[in-house]
């Protein structure tokens, strides 16, 4: 605030004016400005905001689509071996996790390059 002179009625009709004015700006800069806060603290944009981060890091990405394909690999032993509680089940899932982890190491790129396609 400025302690400025006013030297008449007319002088004193235009500081309010200008004041008025002011005040106005400030209440729609503040409005924006809480608008712009309550939409980030949304739970969808707070979810998109963190997945996209982690879309960016080659290392999550990796970890992403290694965890999919064991996913993928675990769902196919069951359908073709049977449950998984009995020896069947279990060096179906020994073998699943040793093709898996010979196909993630030679097409983990190709997957990564997947991921990251898909997330643009």
């Known amino acids: 605030m400025s302690s400025e002179k006013i030297g008449g ?18 209440e729609e800069e503040l409005k924006q400005a809480f608008a712009d806060f309550i939409h980030s603290l949304s739970p969808a944009v707070i ?11 080659k290392g999550i990405r990796s970890d992403l689509a290694k965890t999919g394909i064991n996913m993928g690999a675990n769902f196919l032993i069951k359908r073709i071996m049977g449950k998984p509680n009995t ?9 699943v996790d040793i093709v898996s982890n010979i196909l993630i ?10 991921i990251h396609s898909y997330s643009e």
């Open 47 to 57: 979810v998109k905001d963190s997945l996209h981060e982690l879309a960016v890091d």
């Open 9 to 26: 009625y007319l002088a004193l009709e235009l500081r309010i004016i200008s004041l008025k004015a002011a005040k106005y700006e400030q």
């Open 87 to 95: 020896l069947k089940g279990f060096l179906g899932s020994v073998l």
């Open 105 to 114: 190491r030679k097409n983990g790129s190709v997957a990564d390059t997947s």
